[in-house]
């Protein structure tokens, strides 16, 4: 089943990089004439947890957008688990392993939870023996602690609860890798320790996952290792301790104010 | 949340007023229900597109080419395979124009399939040799030409388009439909092939459009371009599906009953043409009374009596909205 639904396989005979679930080779993604990646190439390990960092208008979610399939690729390449999904479709991408969450949920308010986790379900056309546990909304719900809403409208869900809602969603699409667009944006210090604790457990059912986070905490707490972007371009990855000792990383992040 | 008994009305009230119209033989509450019947199909049609975040303003289209390529295919082909050919052509024709318009949201995409189905009226007259130009066409009489017969045959298409609604309001279409319309990246996020979904939808529709156009033409055999392809065919439909209900099976049912009905009282009580413009301020007037439509209204009377919670009122609101 898993083979009918991968997609094509790279075209060259490179083989599949070892440890690496999403290898990206010199990717260019262009607004007009304003490259908002320049060439970067990096790679995803498969079961860690990667940090993608990087200031405002780095890049960040344009990698993220473009890797998932909705940005058009100017240049380069996207393997993921060692097949080519440059240029492929948003739904073929998620078929192919590869869900994202979007930073701000905008889901149906006359759909209860439910109903947004059949969509997935019925849609995504994944390999639910992976995820034994997690193979039906009732179960996902659960495992994101919407379990009570169950059947509750989305129209009724706190900012908080929208964001589980959006993992359980992603979730429900049965990934080997998941790429998290700003999950603890705008929510209060509890939610976000609930929501990492959240991260962590998906973390344990064997799928890779990428951050996207403004919060250092959030980082250097849940990440294995970090990558970051910084007006296009890779700056800097390796261990989230050594590279936010970076000086460079620190000038590009914080101002240079900050990094005196 | 539904019971299978408010499921089944629909279904019940359809069969026994067709059939009980049939028994009694009276002509003026027959063609009457053929009225209801037709405007009905076409808001639920309408009403299916727009699920998916397609508003259309191009029914009339559609409703147009039914009746033409059956007159037009029947003497080529014969009567069974000339129904066929209007549900394919109406399909292609959805298919053409929902690939066209794919990437038009909201005000733009109503604008673009109000400008198709401009365009296939002017088209018909351009090509007198095919189409009868402004002189009109003559498609086969449909069952005779029996009224009773005639309400039977279109009773049926309704059913099956009322079918055709609840299957795509069940858990393996209404959910995505939602999600295309109100974001589609989420909904491409989320396994759902978009484009895909939206043509489907966009076909279903055009074709039950197009054999409710059939039918009509088929009312008398003759129709003149601007009986069927007229604005009046684009804004019925919404109007219809608005003032029943959105989103709903029985929504475009009650609009359809109600606005005939309201058309009715109107011709009779003031007469003449002018009974149009008091007809239009009503429509106009319910929809500003009753921004849930009919539907609506009879949820929020439920939530009085106690049988729903008020939140549920508001979740609809803001789904309009959304």
Known sequence: ?260 | MKTGLTRLLPYVLILLVTLALIWIDKPFWIQLAIGVAITAITALAWDILSRTGQVSLGSAAFFGIGSYTLAIFEPLIGLTLAWIAVAVVCALAATLLGLLTLRLRRMYFAIATLGFALSMQVLVVVFPDLTGGSGGIAPPVLADGDPRWQLGLIGLLLLAAVAISDTLLGLRFRPAFFMIRTKPELAAASGVPVVRMKIFAFIVSGVLIGLAGACYGGLYGYVVPTDVFTTNWSVLPLAIATLGGMDTTIGPLLGAIALKALEEVARSVIGGTGYQVVYGAVIILFVIAMPQGIVGLLRKVGTLTGRRTATGEKKKERERHA
């Open chain 1, 1 to 260: 089943m898993r083979d009918t639904t991968s997609p094509s396989p790279a075209r060259t005979s490179v083989p599949p990089s070892g440890g690496a679930i999403l290898a990206v080779e010199d990717l260019t993604v262009a607004f007009g004439g304003l490259k908002a990646l320049d060439g970067v190439s990096l790679s995803i390990a498969a079961g860690e947890i990667t940090g993608l960092i990087g200031p405002n208008g780095s890049g960040k979610s344009t990698l993220v957008n473009t890797v998932s399939g909705q940005l058009p690729v100017r240049g380069g390449r996207i393997r993921l688990r060692g097949g080519e999904v440059t240029g492929q479709r948003p739904d073929r991408i998620v078929r192919a392993g590869m869900a994202r969450t979007y930073q701000i949920p905008r889901v149906p308010p006359t759909l209860t939870v439910e109903e947004v986790l059949s969509v997935p379900l019925l849609y995504a056309g994944r390999d639910r023996h992976r995820l034994p546990e997690l193979d039906n909304a009732a179960a996902i719900a659960a495992f994101c602690g919407l379990g009570p809403l169950f059947r509750r409208f989305c129209g009724d869900l706190s900012v908080t609860d929208l964001r589980r809602l959006e993992i359980a969603r992603a979730l429900a699409c049965a990934p080997d890798l998941l790429l998290l667009d700003e999950a603890m944006a705008g929510l209060s210090h509890e939610d976000s320790v609930e929501v990492m604790g959240l991260i962590r457990n998906v973390h344990e059912q064997g799928i890779s996952i990428v951050i996207i986070e403004h919060l250092m905490r959030v980082i250097t707490t849940l990440c294995h290792r970090v990558v970051v972007l910084n007006n296009g371009r890779l700056l800097a990855e390796g261990a989230p301790a050594t590279v936010l000792a970076d000086q460079a990383v620190r000038e590009a992040y914080l101002g240079k104010g900050f990094a005196a």
